[in-house]
């Protein structure tokens, strides 16, 4: 029953772990991280994101989402309460484990050589 419950991008690769997504940071003008598939053939790339703001030298967690071809891709497999319980567990997850201190240092040093 519990292999049941995988989340699963729709290019098929399984992601079992919040461990397993990549996160990338590269827009940072846009105060925006991404949250790609394990995959690196997988033709979505961008499951979700996760917003900051920056409070003085800080980065402050302000919202993070899943895209939503990702999500209703997991609905219908596990249904709607099953996915979206799993997914946001998975952001969670995510969000706690980003180095919020070295996105705050990057954003800082990226605004001061503008
Ligand atoms: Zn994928």
Known sequence: MESVNKIQCPCGTFIEDPGDYKVLYLKHEMKE???LCP?????LR????????MEGEKA???EASFYPPFVTWNSGRLG???ADKILKEHLKAIVKNIDWER????TESESESQ
């Open 80 to 82: 709607f309460e099953t």
């Open 39 to 43: 995959n690196d053939a997988c033709y």
């Open 60 to 62: 402050k967690f302000k």
């Open 46 to 53: 961008e499951l979700g994101y996760v917003k900051f703001d």
């Open 103 to 106: 996105i705050g240092k990057a």
């Open 33 to 35: 991280i991404d949250i």
